[in-house]
């Protein structure tokens, strides 16, 4: 999915952001535990890849479990999410008192990120929206030119599974990995990337990373469709991965 169809979703947006529940629960259950072992004293540096209209540690849970204070970078391409997700963070600022948010309109493949190195970088469900496999070596080079010596990298992610099927207007390119959407006029446009682990794992390691966690958990699905809220056995599995830069 394009940079213009991201804008004009997030346009035409009316609903309350949401910090997704998934990436909340992988935090709180696994990542934060890897940040407490961050021995450095002073704040934390995190930045946030594909924001969209507002960052995860908006969840209030999340960031309260953290007495350090938390100097967030969210980047999104999405004009319009970056302008929502700004001026959301100017009501919601006084609820988060050890949070320090920016917002930026940025493209991951624009390069090492603000010129900044960060204890902590999330890819909050845009690695999945790379369609190109130079792309996604591109966003992972970048990453690790963002990241403090010994910095990690947190990724989940959509990836591909023997049971997974598919139903209109979606199909599935088994030789590029690539789920096409169907659009209202008949074209076919390539909406998500779903690899297999074996291939995610594989380029974070050409990409300079160790991993080191590294889970599919065997109930948890990723709905590719929007519209749907409930999730089907058939919908891609979710791979979750703590990584450090080596
Ligand atoms: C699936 S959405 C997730 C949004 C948000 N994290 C959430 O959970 O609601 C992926 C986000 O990545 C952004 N994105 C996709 N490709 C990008 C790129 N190359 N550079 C920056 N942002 C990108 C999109 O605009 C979109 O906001």
Known sequence: MSQELFDQVYKKDKTEFIPSESLCDFYKTKVKTWLD?????????ILELGCGRGTLF?????????????????IDYSFWAIEKAKSRWRTMRPDFPNL???????????????????????DSHLYHC????????????????????DGIFVLETMVSHEGMRFQDPFFYEKK???LLKEDKWGALIAFRSIPSPL???????????SIEYFTIPPLLRVIPDEKRRESLDTDPQCLRIICRKT
């Open 37 to 45: 072992r961050i021995q450095e004293r002073g704040p934390l540096s």
């Open 58 to 74: 908006e969840n209030t849970a999340l960031s309260e479990m953290e007495e350090r204070l938390l100097l967030i970078t969210g």
């Open 100 to 122: 320090n948010v920016q917002f930026f309109m940025k493209n991951v493949l624009d390069g090492p990120q603000l010129e900044k190195s960060y204890h902590l970088v999330v």
């Open 130 to 149: 790379l369609l190109d496999k130079n792309d996604q070596r591109k966003a992972l080079k970048n990453v690790r030119a963002s990241l403090k010596k």
């Open 176 to 178: 590029n990995s690539l």
């Open 199 to 209: 291939e995610v794992e594989r380029s974070i390691l050409e990409a300079g990373f």
